[in-house]
């Protein structure tokens, strides 16, 4: 702390606003680099952002990166009302980040219970989603998983019989969803928490090896490393990214973005809202149809699991007129006149 307040004196002198990171802070300096290098890529007609701020070291860290860049952001903190005090949390994470020189509210969600199609941990996403959408509007969303989190998802997705991963830029909804720091890890964003002398909060849900993702970074990868005798999540995150390109070319081939009509977005006919739908002949064969309707039902706030992509196949291949595929969210996919329509249940 001493470095920081020579660093304020001089700037003092020299009659600038002084900074309120230390002259020496090498993990904040890599949150802010991953920061930088992302903009670069994505700032293309964007101007201004939201950022969710949880109040963990993650997300505060990412704050106040945006905050020393000068990015033109506003912070939202969800409170899940899941944990006793979470308003406090979340107040206090804004209260943190005004005084980086970002503005920020608190947002109430109600999450849906636990059920069998939808385990706590997913309907709090999908509330926590949901809200920073209807902030945002057509601002991006900036989220601050990083490296750890890209391994830990690497293998949920196994154990749910999909190799998937996090992308730099998603799409949920129709919002632009931005992940800058997954190229650095945990300990860059709790070492620059440290260097601002931040005390970030510690979720007990993190602790609860109950929830899968939980029992994965406390149980599962440090016996892979173990195994290996090093870093087991470096390849992870290597891997992660391979699965990552390899998805993002399938796409492109499979020409997703509207550029066939394979994919119809909800437009007004007359009073009633028709439904988003996919057609099925311009689907292909089934890699890329598959990837196609993994990428529909995450853009429309369904769950993509294995589960609802082997129903939803089935619903062109093995077509027998069966009824239609419940896929989260309160969602139904049905196949009606050659497409796949999704219904409110």
Known sequence: ????RVQKNLHALRGGSAPFW????????????????????????????????????????LAAAAAAEKLDASVVSIDHGLQEGSREVSERAIAQVRQWGLDGQVVPVTVAKESAEQSLEAA????????????????????????????ETLLLGLLRGKASAMREVSDYQGHTLL????????ENTVGACTELGVAAWNDPHNADVAFRRVAIRRRVLPLLDEIVGGDASAPLMQAAELIREDEDYLQHVAALPHETGAISTPHETGATPEPPSLDIAALGPRPLARRAIAEFLHRHGAQV?????????????DWHGQGAVSVGNRLELARQTGKLVLLHS
Do not use: K
């Open 1 to 4: 702390m001493e470095d920081c």
């Open 22 to 61: 230390p002259r020496r802070s090498p993990n904040f300096l890599q949150v802010r680099t991953a920061l930088r290098v992302a903009m670069q890529r994505q700032r293309q007609g964007h101007a201004q952002f939201i950022i969710a701020v949880s109040g963990g070291p993650d997300s505060l860290a």
């Open 124 to 151: 709090a996403r999908h509330a926590r989603y949901q809200a920073l959408g209807e902030i945002a509007g057509d601002r991006p969303i900036l989220l601050a998983h990083t490296g750890d989190d890209q391994a």
């Open 179 to 186: 992940r800058p720091l997954l190229p650095i890890r945990r």
């Open 305 to 317: 699991t294995a589960r609802t992509l082997a129903a939803s196949i089935a619903l062109i291949d």
